[in-house]
């Protein structure tokens, strides 16, 4: 075989997810009515006011757009409670969708499913590439499994299709990041000062688009200045110039202050309490929300996304390796940075939600670590084992209702499935049948999993039954989930027979 063909081979199939991730993006819309999320429609909200009305007062905009209640009041109006940064991205985009689309009446206009994809998805299918990239560089066979793993088998694929900003923010951050590596390998100095100012703009955006990860645009800062690079510092700090001037402008003309944020004025008393204690509702880091993060029946990250243990050997071994050090030290102190601060937001779950949201800024970082744990063939079957079951796990996720509570444990089974058996599914983008829309989500877990599998000849039958065992114990624990608390029964109940009223399913069936 001609050596270049592995290489080849290796490349197409880390392709081939990046494409099945685009696929299954452009295929469904991310949306569920008659639910208008309130997360997504408080943004909206901002956009099709700053457009629509010249003004960032969402006062009337959510007659259109949704009603929400993440508001924040100030001098008798409503704005946005959430932090500026991906509406701002949007606005322009959504300024071009408008030449082609007409003014938005619902939440569920295709305008807003264009402008998720022109934003959101393409950054992350962005990410994943340079990801794959820099794996490869290294390690060739590890890339496309830790990518299809990251793409697949984490809330990436739910929220890389919807307007929450934690996708978002995760791909900047690391398109940061990468930015700041390639500076450093650049031999035209002009190209360096280029590359350094768009890391820092990437990071401020990032941070001003949620309002946590300007730790980790911290943090970025000191890498672009490692090893006494103090212009390079310079740069980066110039490129977070302009993501930092539109926040203090948007503040001042939203809340009369440069200095004030939308979470300091919550119009909901809940929201306006938890805010109101500690730094922004964040307070002492408990380990205890630690435990839940990572291990909650229905959040947690380790046991959805069980490939991302293999970070744990994963820095020890590039520790070990004296490789790339300052790239080694902004992913350790980055990931346990931004993790002990979770660990002090009691609000930690997310309220009605998938996964553990708040800590998708980290994933990244985490795949990167996992890469480096994967030199022996005994620890790539077992990836692959862990990245096949977290693959079906977010796959089947991804494919219904998305959204809830803490007393639904186990949600692939006590949600998903019910959801899919009651015949609600998530919708497909208009004029595709859902037959269809299944077939290409299949298709797509399928191209992932496929990725997990060696191509080497000697390991691929070892590889193929390691995907193999990861799947069956995944359907192992649908079949043997136990059934969720009555709590969680009505929850799920009440949002079916809402489904039903709503004309997004026809026929109800209510045994349990």
């Known amino acids: 075989m001609h050596p270049d063909v592995p290489e080849r081979l290796a490349r197409r199939a880390g392709l081939a997810v990046v494409g099945a991730f685009l696929l299954a993006s452009l295929c469904f819309t991310g949306q569920f009515p008659p639910f208008a999320n309130p997360n997504?429609?408080?943004?909206?909200?901002?956009?099709?006011?700053?457009?629509?009305?010249?003004?960032?007062?969402?006062?009337d905009a959510v007659r259109?757009?949704?009603?929400?209640?993440?508001?924040?009041?100030?001098?008798?109006?409503?704005?946005?409670?959430?932090?500026?940064?991906?509406?701002?991205?949007?606005?322009?985009?959504?300024?071009?969708?408008?030449?082609?689309?007409?003014?938005?009446?619902?939440?569920?206009?295709?305008?807003?499913?264009?402008?998720?994809?022109?934003?959101?998805?393409?950054?992350?299918?962005?990410?994943?590439?340079?990801?794959?990239?820099?794996?490869?560089?290294?390690?060739?066979?590890?890339?496309?499994?830790?990518?299809?793993?990251?793409?697949?088998?984490?809330?990436?694929?739910?929220?890389?299709?919807?307007?929450f900003s934690h996708a978002w923010t995760a791909s900047l951050l690391f398109l940061s990041f990468e930015a700041i590596r390639d500076a450093e390998t650049a031999s035209a100095r002009r190209r360096v000062g280029v590359l350094l100012w768009a890391a820092g703009l990437l990071a401020g955006w990032a941070a001003i688009s949620e309002y946590p990860v300007a730790l980790l645009a911290g943090l970025l800062l000191v890498r672009a200045a490692a090893r006494g690079a103090l212009r390079n510092g310079a740069l980066f700090a110039a490129g977070l110039l302009l993501p930092v001037a539109l926040l203090l402008a948007y503040n001042?003309?939203?809340?009369?202050?440069?200095?004030?944020?939308?979470?300091?004025?919550?119009?909901?008393?809940?929201?306006?309490?938890?805010?109101g204690k500690g730094l922004f509702g964040f307070r002492v880091p408990d380990p205890r929300v630690g435990a839940k993060l990572l291990f909650h029946p229905a959040r947690g990250l380790f046991l959805f996304s069980p490939f991302l243990?293999?970070?744990?050997?994963?820095?020890?071994?590039?520790?070990?390796?004296?490789?790339?050090?300052?790239?080694?030290?902004?992913?350790?102190?980055?990931?346990?940075?931004?993790?002990?601060?979770?660990?002090?937001?009691?609000?930690?779950?997310?309220?009605?939600?998938?996964?553990c949201r708040y800590l998708m800024p980290i994933l990244f970082p985490l795949a990167l670590a996992a890469s480096r744990a994967l030199d022996s063939p005994r620890s790539r079957w077992l990836f692959g084992a862990a990245a096949a079951f977290s693959i079906g796990v977010h796959s089947l996720e991804a494919l219904?209702?998305?959204?809830?509570?803490?007393?639904?444990?186990?949600?692939?089974?006590?949600?998903?499935?019910?959801?899919?058996?009651?015949?609600?599914?998530?919708?497909?983008?208009?004029?595709?049948?859902?037959a269809i829309a299944v077939g290409v989500a299949v298709l797509a877990g399928a191209v992932a999993l496929a990725a997990c599998a060696s191509r080497e000849e000697r390991s691929r039958r070892r590889s193929a039954v390691a995907v193999a065992a990861g799947l069956a114990l995944f359907a192992a624990t649908l079949a043997l989930a136990p059934a969720p608390p009555e709590e969680g029964r009505r929850f799920r109940e009440g949002i079916l027979v809402r489904a039903v009223r709503g004309g997004a399913v026809r026929d109800l069936r209510l045994d349990h």
């Not at 209702?401 to 208009?430: C, D, E, I, V």
Request: proline share 9%; with cysteine; net charge positive.
């Open 252 to 275: 001042a003309i939203c809340f009369g202050s440069p200095f004030v944020l939308s979470s300091a004025r919550e119009a909901l008393p809940e929201f306006s309490d938890l805010a």
């Open 64 to 163: 259109w757009v949704g009603q929400t209640e993440d508001k924040s009041a100030s001098g008798g109006h409503f704005y946005s409670n959430k932090a500026p940064g991906l509406a701002f991205a949007a606005i322009p985009v959504y300024r071009v969708l408008r030449v082609f689309l007409p003014r938005p009446e619902t939440p569920f206009a295709p305008i807003w499913v264009w402008l998720r994809i022109l934003v959101v998805t393409s950054v992350c299918c962005v990410a994943f590439e340079k990801l794959r990239r820099r794996i490869a560089a290294r390690h060739l066979s590890a890339a496309s499994p830790v990518v299809a793993a990251l793409a697949f088998g984490t809330p990436l694929l739910f929220y890389g299709r919807s307007f």
């Open 400 to 434: 219904a209702w998305p959204y809830y509570p803490l007393t639904l444990p186990w949600p692939p089974r006590t949600g998903s499935l019910w959801f899919l058996s009651k015949g609600w599914m998530a919708p497909a983008q208009p004029g595709i049948p859902p």
């Open 309 to 355: 243990l293999w970070a744990i050997p994963g820095f020890v071994r590039w520790r070990r390796s004296g490789e790339h050090r300052a790239d080694w030290l902004f992913c350790l102190t980055g990931s346990a940075v931004f993790f002990a601060a979770m660990c002090a937001y009691p609000n930690w779950h997310g309220g009605w939600s998938l996964g």
């Open 40 to 59: 997504e429609a408080s943004r909206f909200a901002t956009v099709f006011a700053a457009v629509e009305s010249g003004t960032f007062r969402i006062d």
